[in-house]
């Protein structure tokens, strides 16, 4: 007998065993079931091809089902071993780093063909940059304890003292980090045994996610390739802090990281949620410094333990670059350049910096955001630089003698892309050309359909490999007014 019309396949929760064929944008591993009705395709995330993967079923339509990875029964030929230990945070780190940019460009290409409506993308493509390192490339990791720790032998949670990373899939259980993951600093994650027995001495409970008590709760830390340097910032509730012996920390800290060793914060968290920062959290500053210094294509930029920045410092300056000579990929002057969600000005400044007599104006709601951009650029002394902290949408109401004056607009909206309204505003100012960066291939594939529809044609189109062993790649797209 058939499945009744309105049946599905799977019921969610149900575990199925699957065989991986393809990769999908995203990083989600493609596995084809015939029916009696068809193709059935399952998405699962974190899954290689060539797997054979035990998979959870989330949502299940008709054609498709979404699933989450519970575990890998059969390794892809294609895997090698590597001598860092494996973390969730790095699904793909077995696989060779060609094949994995490969991936990456071959999706890029077919998003921007089904949703950008290029059948021809392949004739804008410029280049795919890579990551200058594919290993210790982050300049930012984020550590949990939990009192749930995951077990690997018996594919399970067990009540321990955790440090480390969240279990794929889970909120509560915490997987060891017993040495260097490859992604930050071997210095810092081969103390990590260390570390833990420290923490773990002091008999103060770690987190417990389900029941919403404990004392240690995070160790974030962030490094400096400028300097060499590393800042950590430890997170917990005020239960007991009396009883913790702050000082002793700091010795550890300085004696498993020597000079390295920036600085010490300390951040109260007694909220519930399972975030680092809380509205009702506090942070002071125990031993160091509360900030350090990086540098990318000649500037310093000071970057505080809350900063926005680009984790891979060293693959941002390749990015920067080729949003500056996308800019200049014209024979007119450049005389006025707006960078729209400009954060803390990084790309504003490298542009004022290598295009002399360019005007360049930046832009983003985040006034904290922009109290910092006009520090960095004063600091880096900085002309010819104008930073308004406002929404894009009512900026450009609000200055209307920038329509029809400005020669470049460059564009580096958050994952979600760029509201529609806004997108039309950007539009009106008529720029010749526009740049736009984006983290998110998939929406910017959606807003290049749009700019197609109102004048503007596709130019050049590169892809930039920020976070090697991940699905997330970057892309930067030039327009030009048809």
């Known amino acids: ?80 071993e590597i001598p860092y230990q494996i973390i969730p945070g790095a699904p793909y780190a077995q696989l060779p780093i060609e094949m994995q940019e490969s991936n990456k460009k071959n999706t890029c290409f077919q998003l921007f063909k089904r949703i950008g409506n290029i059948d021809n993308v392949e004739d804008y493509f410029d280049e795919f940059i890579s990551s200058p390192s594919v290993w210790h490339y982050r300049n930012k990791m984020e550590y949990s304890f939990s009192a749930i720790r995951y077990d690997f032998d018996l594919k399970s949670d067990v009540d321990d003292f955790a440090l480390g990373f969240k279990h794929r899939g889970t909120w509560w259980m915490v997987e060891n980090l017993d040495k260097d993951s490859g992604l930050f600093d071997a210095q810092l994650e081969n103390a990590f045994p260390r570390l833990k027995s420290f923490f773990e001495d002091t008999n103060l409970a770690p987190w417990h996610p389900p029941k919403k008590e404990g004392f240690f709760r995070f160790l974030v830390a962030r490094k400096s390739y400028a300097d060499d340097q590393i800042l950590l910032n430890l997170v917990t509730t005020s239960d007991e802090l009396d009883t913790f012996n702050m000082p002793s920390l700091v010795e550890l800290l300085k004696n498993v990281l020597g000079s390295r060793f920036a600085g010490l914060l300390h951040t109260i968290n007694d909220s519930i949620g399972d975030r680092i920062q809380a509205n009702d959290g506090r942070s002071k500053l125990v031993y160091g410094k509360d900030k350090i210094i990086e540098n990318i294509l000649g500037l310093n930029f ?57 005007e360049v104006i930046g832009v983003d709601i985040v006034p904290e955001a922009i109290k910092d951009a006009k520090k960095n650029a004063e600091r880096n002394s900085v002309t010819g630089l104008k930073f308004f902290a406002a929404d894009v949408g009512k900026f450009l109401q609000e200055y209307p003698q920038y329509v029809n004056n400005i020669s470049t607009v460059v564009l580096d909206p958050p994952r979600a892309g760029i509201a529609p309204k806004t997108l039309k505003k950007v539009v009106q100012l008529n720029s010749s050309r526009i740049v736009y960066v984006s983290c998110n291939p998939a929406t910017q594939a959606r807003d290049t359909d749009y700019l197609l529809s109102v004048g503007y044609r596709l130019k050049k189109l590169s892809f930039v490999d920020q976070f090697p062993h991940t699905s997330h790649v970057e892309s930067i797209a030039l327009f030009e007014r048809s």
């Open 1 to 80: 007998m058939g499945r009744h019309r309105n049946q599905r396949l799977f019921k969610k929760g149900q575990h199925i065993e699957l065989n991986i064929i393809d990769l999908a944008y995203g990083g989600k591993g493609i596995a084809k079931i015939q029916t009696e009705d068809g193709e059935f395709v399952c998405f699962v995330e974190n899954a290689l091809p060539g797997q054979k993967v035990l998979a959870s079923v989330q949502k299940c339509k008709k054609k498709h089902a979404e699933c989450k990875l519970v575990e890998i029964l059969k390794k892809s030929e294609a895997e090698i």
């Open 302 to 358: 000071e970057i505080s333990m809350q900063s926005f920045f680009q984790t891979n410092p060293k693959c941002a300056e390749k990015l920067y670059q080729k949003v500056v000579d996308y800019v200049q990929d014209t024979e007119e002057n450049q005389e006025v350049i707006m960078d729209l969600f400009c954060g803390t000005g990084t790309i504003g400044q490298i542009l004022a910096n290598q295009i002399p007599g360019a």
